[in-house]
């Protein structure tokens, strides 16, 4: 049976996976940029074949949150309808949550475009 508590770790494992994904996405940024630095100034071979594959690594990073953060959102989702179905309709936490999928689900559509 879903609580109020589970909606609440289920809504702050969803904002995490959130500040995880951009992150990832920043650091992607960051690290193509010293790649393309790094290749313009003619850097040892060695570290720029290193400096490349700190940088796929950081792309590998990004499918892999997505599909972690799609989890969490259907868990969420699946959280948040129980309690609807008990009742629990009202609440700071609800809202929270909803607000939280309309959120996630933005950023969705807005990477699919």
């Not at 500040?19 to 960051?30: A, G, I, Q």
């Not at 792309?59 to 008990?86: Q, V």
């Not at 909803?98 to 475009?113: C, G, H, M, N, P």
Request: charged share 40%; net charge negative.
């Amino acid at each position: 049976m879903a609580t109020v508590r589970n909606l609440k770790i289920k809504t702050g494992t969803c904002k995490r996976v959130v500040k995880e994904l951009h992150s990832y996405e920043k650091e992607v940024e960051r690290e193509a940029a010293k790649t393309a630095e790094m290749k313009e100034k003619g850097a040892d071979p060695y570290d720029l074949k290193q400096q490349e594959n700190v940088l796929a690594e950081s792309r590998m990073m990004i499918p892999d949150c997505r599909k972690r953060l799609e989890t969490s959102l259907a868990d969420l989702k699946a959280t948040l309808a129980e309690l609807e179905e008990s009742n629990q309709k009202e609440g700071v936490e609800i809202e929270e949550a909803r607000s939280t999928i309309a959120d996630v689900e933005r950023l969705f559509q807005s990477t699919e475009a």
